[in-house]
């Protein structure tokens, strides 16, 4: 008799078909890349906040101006005369700052928010990195539950016709059919989730990319489960504190806060600046003068409009002795704001080290719980075939194999969710760290399997004796003809 979980493995596999070509890791991620509308907002934010620094600069460079005007005048002067006419004129000017310390320290504090922008975009690429990766994983995850579901559903299928053969030839009761339906009908219910789950899934990477998938190629389960390198915990720290992006960008934030509360001190400074002015007019009033004048400007003695030009240059400096308060304001709110961001990098520097301590410490449990949870399963599937037997000879009840089938699926489960968070702890531990890079997707990369079949392959491949493990009757459950069966896959 073939034990439950081989069965259902063979059945699925050979009923399964994958002609359709599979997306893979890299792929994803590139048309990420190309189509966040998160990643590309991030960006217009941060081309926008670097903008700052032209516009600080420009407080400090030259000035340059035109002006041109035309106007229709009266002007009547009691005992002269009077007379209408017409005007217009040019001017230019040029203002260069030569000491304004308010503009300076903005021109320093927009350094630093430019950078800051940039470092926060940066941040946002790297998350992006991570977000591809959980949602490329989490797919291949709902992918080999669904499987396991399935396989579950197969094995209590089978274990309710043994046990409705048995009734019906007087070898057990009516409960241990109806426990078996109960078993049987439970099981088909956490697959039709399974099934929800694994279409909700694929809706993150839809997100993502702008674009459906249909299949993904799925990861192999002799992808080395390492410890982290370095393999101290306080190097990990240490590299956190000073390479971690948001942090970095948390520590630049201190920085333009405390140049703008300088800026908003020298508020009080005098301002000086070198003033080159021209300007040029054209046209005016014509009057007489005498007894002999006529008004109209024609007369005896009558003297036409004059064209006036004039050109200055000098040094003008500014002294601002009272502003209704307005610097006092400006200087109290620079310095909360400068105390809000110190505040603010203490916090996320305390943030990125718990991070880093934990997951540290989650990846490096996690190397040891994999293989023991590798282990699990071939204890489970011992434990099915021994309490199966034990049915088969009237020791057990048919609860006991059910309960004894659940187990074996769940560990399977139990198994991939470890395997899945140790890949996707292990990146977070390099984000946290500020080292994550799309290297580290090609490195996954190079362990897909593109011929990977979540009904064949949800479980990992054991040796031969392992498989002598995982079965109390060899002979009965594997054909010696076939091999161990696990190994075929």
Excluded: C
Aim: hydrophobic share 40%; proline share 3%; glycine share 6%.
């Amino acid at each position: 008799m073939l034990r439950p979980l081989y069965v259902a493995i063979v059945l699925a596999g050979l009923s399964s078909g994958h002609a359709m070509a599979k997306t893979d890791l890299m792929t994803v991620y590139q048309e990420a890349l190309a189509n966040s509308a998160d990643l590309a907002a991030a960006q217009a934010e941060s081309q926008a906040l670097q903008e700052a620094l032209p516009q600080a600069r420009s407080a400090l460079l030259p000035e340059i101006g035109l002006g041109a005007g035309a106007a229709r005048e009266r002007i009547d002067i009691d005992g002269v005369g009077s007379d209408t006419y017409s005007t217009h004129y040019y001017q230019a000017s040029l203002v260069q700052p030569l000491f304004d310390a308010s503009s300076w320290f903005n021109y320093q504090a927009a350094k630093a928010v430019s950078e800051q922008a940039r470092l926060e975009f940066s941040a946002t690429q790297q998350a992006l990195i991570l977000e591809v990766a959980q949602a490329y994983f989490n797919v291949l995850l709902a992918t080999d539950t669904l499987a396991t579901a399935r396989a579950e559903e197969e094995a209590f299928e089978r274990q309710l016709e043994q046990a409705r053969e048995r009734f019906e030839v007087g070898l057990s009761a009516r409960t241990d059919v109806l426990e078996a339906l109960a078993g049987f009908d439970t099981s088909r219910a956490a697959r039709l989730t399974a099934q929800t789950n694994l279409a909700v899934s694929y809706q993150a990477l839809t997100r993502l990319t702008n674009r459906d998938y249909d299949d993904l190629m799925g990861i192999r389960h002799e992808l080395p489960v390492l410890p982290p390198t370095p393999a101290s915990l306080q190097d990990w720290v240490d590299t956190a504190a000073v390479q971690n992006l948001s942090l970095q960008a948390a520590r630049l934030a201190i920085d333009s806060a405390s140049e703008t509360l300088r800026s908003s001190r020298a508020g009080y400074a005098p301002r000086v600046n070198a003033v080159l002015n021209h300007q040029a007019s054209f046209g005016g009033a014509s009057t007489g003068a005498g007894a002999g004048a006529a008004v109209g400007g024609v007369g005896g003695g009558g003297a036409s409009g004059n064209d006036v030009e004039r050109t200055s240059i000098g040094v003008e400096l500014t002294l601002p002795l009272f502003t209704g308060g307005a610097t006092t304001s400006r200087v109290r709110e620079s310095s909360y704001r400068l105390s809000q961001a110190e505040f603010a990098s203490e916090a996320q520097l305390r943030r990125v080290v718990e991070s880093t301590r934990n997951l540290y410490r989650t990846v490096t449990s996690s190397v040891e719980e994999v293989e023991a949870r590798r282990q699990a399963i071939i204890s489970a599937n011992a434990a099915l075939d021994a309490t199966q037997t034990g049915y088969e000879v009237g020791t057990r009840n048919v609860v006991d194999v059910l309960e004894a089938q659940r187990n074996l699926f769940r560990t399977v489960r139990d198994y991939n969710n470890t395997r899945y968070n140790y890949i996707i702890d292990n990146l977070s531990l390099k984000q946290s760290a500020g080292t994550l890079s799309p290297e580290d997707l090609k490195d996954l990369s190079r362990w897909l399997n593109p011929n990977y079949d979540p009904d064949r392959h949800f479980i990992p491949p054991f040796s031969e004796d392992e498989v002598d493990q995982m079965s109390m009757d060899r002979e009965e459950a594997i054909p010696e003809q076939d091999g161990p069966l696990l190994n075929r896959f």
